[in-house]
């Protein structure tokens, strides 16, 4: 069986590098991407059954993420992670669609464990 692919999305490398390093001990393969457009990029080429996007980047940011994620794939999950943990916008990108929603910072054994669930329901 092969393992579920996560693709994290933060113009924060060590964001990606921390969430990296424990997905992948959980049992994960992990790409991570600073770059929101490459990131997009490389979805259009190969599935990932979750995608971690962080909401505020330069350019493309996790809301459009979002979209475009789902009109592409509607069986991946995307879950949202944001230094900006507002009450509204985690209203509206629960409404898109997201499978969870984590202010940094976050608990890495919450992480993991919401990235768990996230690739069984893509999975199911």
Request: aromatic share 8%; charged share 30%.
């Amino acid at each position: 069986m092969s393992k579920p692919a996560v693709m994290i999305i933060d113009d924060e490398k060590v964001v990606g590098d921390m969430s990296k390093y424990h997905l992948e001990a959980a049992g994960f393969e992990v790409e991570t991407f600073v770059d929101p457009a490459k990131a997009l990029d490389r979805f259009r080429e190969k599935s990932f059954e979750v995608v971690v996007t962080d909401l505020k980047m330069k350019g493309i940011d996790g809301m459009e993420v979002l979209k475009t994620i789902k009109s592409l794939a509607p069986k991946s999950q995307v879950i949202m992670i944001t230094a900006f943990a507002h009450l509204n916008t985690a209203i509206e990108a629960l409404r898109g669609e997201v499978f969870d929603f984590f202010p940094k910072p976050f608990k890495i054994k919450e992480f993991v464990e919401s990235v768990r669930r996230a690739a069984e329901r893509a999975q199911a």
